[in-house]
Structure formats: C-alpha cells, structure tokens
C-alpha cells in the first residue's frame, strides 16, 4: 500500500513558502541532495493542494518551471481542488474532495511514496488520519513571514517518531513518522 508523504523545503523559522506564497528563497538551496535523488525513484503519485499546484515555482524563468522536482520526476498528479481549470492540464487530474484525492493517488502510486504537496493538504491529510511520515528539508534562512510548514489554529499535539536524520551542505533534513 502506498504511503502517504509530506515532503517540504522550510526555513529553520518554519515557512515553506515567504510572503505572498514566494518561492524565490528556495533557489540558492537548489544542488544535489543524496535525500532527494533516493526518494524521487520512490514517488509513484503526486498528491497536490490547489494554492500549491496555482502558487509560485522557484523554478520560474527555467526550462524546469512547473514541472515536479524541478523536472526530475513525472508520473501521475492529483490536485484537490473545488475550482479545476476550465482547460485539461496535461498528466494532471483534479479531484473534487480529500478522499477522492487519496483513493486516486493510492492507486496510481501502488506501493510507492504519494508525495504530498502544499501545507494546509498535509493538514487536511493529517487531520483525516492518512498522512504516514514527513520529510523536511530545514535550510539556514530565516523568512520571517509566508507560509507555514504546519499551522493549526487552536495548536494541535501531532507525534512524530524520528526514523532519519542527515546534515547536508545546504540543508539538515529530518524524516520522521506520524505516530497514530
């Protein structure tokens, strides 16, 4: 069964995204990680939150812009939205609901990673009891403002067991499991 992952780059102040959901910040983290290049041949689906899928690509302005880590993976991607394009998107299907999302991505992925994209998705899936671990990539930047890595109102007591942690030039990247 496939396993449901949320994989992030934040700043060690906890924001994936700065202000106004800029990804601008991200680009001079970009280089070789071993973390990435052995999970990418891991994922089987994307599963993608709709302000992640209409948000900013660090990519913008290369050949890699809009495609999935940078151009270095493709497969199927599932974005949950009330609001799909009125034009088709190429390998991208849209589905109207969380669980509609998860079946469709399961099945794409078979026993691959669903690689979830987008901070308030994870919530939702973590809250739904479907998200099984978390990668993040913590960078030595402090953004002050943006996006959240995870935002609770009202604070939320999630658990996580440490499975790996690695130091990396650019990055330490901890990958944890969702205690349930």
């Given at each position: 069964m ?48 709709n ?18 880590f ?62 099984d ?48």
């Open positions: 496939a396993t449901l992952l949320y994989s992030a780059s934040m700043s060690l102040d906890g924001f994936i995204a700065g202000p106004g959901g800029d990804m601008s910040w991200l680009v001079p983290f970009f280089g070789p990680d071993p973390d990435v290049e052995r999970l990418i041949p891991q994922v089987g689906a994307l599963l993608i939150g302000r992640t899928f209409r948000g900013d690509d660090p990519h913008k302005g290369t050949e890699a812009e809009g495609q999935a940078g151009g270095g993976w493709e497969g199927p991607q599932f974005v949950v939205t009330h609001h799909p394009p009125r034009e088709a998107v190429p390998d991208v299907t849209f589905v109207g609901d969380l669980p509609s999302g998860i079946a469709a991505a399961k099945e794409a992925a078979g026993e691959k990673y669903i690689s979830v994209l987008g901070a308030d998705l994870a919530r939702q899936c973590l809250a739904a009891g479907a998200l671990e978390i990668l993040v990539f913590v960078h030595p930047v402090l953004l002050g403002d943006g996006v959240r890595f995870f935002a609770q109102p009202g604070g939320a007591d999630v658990r996580l067991e440490r499975l790996e942690v690695s130091e990396r030039p650019m990055s330490t990247n901890l990958w944890l499991r969702v205690v349930r």
